[in-house]
């Protein structure tokens, strides 16, 4: 089954969304990209891995939420399946000790036309 996707604005009602998933989400190890966007005095400043749990369950009830209330107005919620974040991404230009998360899939994915492009994250 073919899927058709578009966008060609930003001002055009909302039909169709994907809205992530907080499970298994992971801390990225800290490396230059990633170290000047955790403020000093956070708790994650210096943590990599599994997140708390307790986190994960609060954010997945915000992102049930949030897929509720668009259901409500009509738009089309598309979740994805939980991954195990907690595995290294290597290629041949860099490597990481995790991935990070799925529950804000516009940061890697964009829509622009019929296309989705995959960009990289920092």
């Keep these: 089954m073919t899927?058709?996707?578009?966008?060609?604005?930003?001002?055009?009602?909302?039909?169709?969304?994907i809205v992530g998933?907080?499970?298994h989400s992971c801390v990225p190890p800290e490396e230059p990209a990633t170290s000047e966007k955790v403020p000093i005095d956070s708790p994650m400043r210096g943590m990599w891995g599994p997140r708390p749990?307790?986190?994960v369950a609060k954010a997945n009830i915000?992102?049930?939420?949030?897929?509720?209330?668009?259901?409500?107005?009509?738009?089309k919620?598309?979740?994805?399946?939980?991954?195990?974040?907690?595995?290294?991404?290597?290629?041949?230009d860099f490597r990481t000790g995790s991935m990070?998360?799925?529950?804000?899939?516009?940061?890697?994915?964009?829509?622009?036309?019929?296309?989705?492009?995959?960009?990289a994250m920092s």
């Design 77 to 92: 919620v598309d979740r994805p399946s939980p991954l195990q974040w907690n595995q290294p991404v290597i290629t041949p």
């Design 62 to 75: 915000q992102l049930d939420n949030l897929a509720k209330v668009l259901e409500e107005r009509g738009v």
């Design 21 to 23: 998933r907080a499970d």
């Design 100 to 119: 990070m998360t799925c529950m804000p899939p516009r940061d890697t994915l964009l829509t622009i036309g019929n296309e989705i492009i995959e960009a």
């Design 3 to 17: 899927k058709i996707v578009n966008s060609w604005n930003d001002f055009d009602p909302l039909k169709h969304v």
């Design 53 to 55: 749990l307790e986190t």
